[in-house]
């Protein structure tokens, strides 16, 4: 496997793009459901939905930088990380609203 020229622009670019992207979408995730609920506060769980969206962003954005920036995968291989990261992050929401769950249950 063979690593590309890395530039400082890029190294820039690929460090700062993923948060900025992903405040972007927890921001508009957050003035949807506002949105939705006519400007009234919105529930505890529409609030980790925005937050998982925007983990599963800034996860998608570092993934490709890493595979089709710095090590010149093929598509494929973002295609295949980002299925992977997604499955990583709605499992750990699933697990943690079952444990959340089963907190309360207990209580």
């Not at 890395?6 to 993923?18: C, K, L, R, T």
């Not at 983990?55 to 973002?78: H, N, R």
């Not at 709605?90 to 697990?95: H, K, N, T």
């Amino acid at each position: 496997m063979q690593i590309g020229t890395i530039d400082s622009v890029d190294v820039i670019f690929w460090f700062f793009f993923p948060p900025i992207g992903a405040l972007v979408i927890y921001g508009c995730a957050y003035g949807a459901a506002r949105t939705v609920t006519g400007g009234r506060p919105i529930s505890a769980s529409a609030k980790r939905i925005a937050l998982y969206a925007a983990m599963i962003g800034l996860g998608i954005g570092y993934l490709e930088a890493i595979t089709l920036v710095i090590f010149k995968l093929p598509d494929m291989a973002l295609w295949a990380g980002g299925l992977l990261w997604v499955a990583l992050v709605v499992g750990f929401a699933i697990w943690r609203g079952r444990k959340s769950k089963e907190t309360v249950d207990t209580n």
